[in-house]
């Protein structure tokens, strides 16, 4: 089960930092990604850490302001968000997997779809509004 927690409002340039907790698993052994999706669009790939650490990805329209860290002690995926702006304002929400395919971090960094048979599950989500 994965439970998301910290959205809310925000003004643009702001931070927010996302938390991605998992129970039922351990956050080492989960490949787990963060997607969004705002209204009225496709839901988008934001970025994705293997079980191993060793594949992180960032989509581009993210890239070098949205950073993933792990907590091993609290079982969580935190997502920092700084330089925030309107067209981040969406519903964020993980996914994670154990023992998924090394592709897996790749389909949500080049936004294609991912396949059915994936084991993957997803949290409630948490809602992010960045707006002055």
């Known amino acids: 089960q994965l439970v998301e927690s910290g959205g809310g409002p925000v003004q643009p340039g702001g931070s927010l930092r996302l938390s991605c907790t998992a129970s039922?698993?351990?956050?080492?052994?989960?490949?787990i990604a963060w997607f969004r999706q705002a209204p009225g669009k496709e839901r988008e790939g934001v970025s994705c850490i293997s079980d191993s650490e060793d594949v992180t990805v960032y989509s581009d329209f993210v890239k070098g302001r949205f950073t993933m860290s792990v907590d091993s002690d609290k079982n969580t995926l935190y997502l920092q968000m700084d330089s925030l702006k309107p067209e981040d304002t969406a519903f964020y929400y993980c996914?994670?997997?154990?023992?998924?395919?090394?592709?897996?971090?790749?389909?949500?960094?080049?936004?294609?779809?991912?396949?059915?048979?994936?084991?993957?599950?997803w949290g409630q989500g948490t809602q992010v509004t960045v707006s002055s």
């Open positions: 996914a994670a997997g154990r023992e998924l395919p090394r592709a897996f971090c790749y389909l949500v960094e080049t936004q294609t779809p991912i396949p059915r048979n994936f084991s993957v599950s």
């Open positions: 039922g698993s351990t956050v080492a052994d989960l490949t």
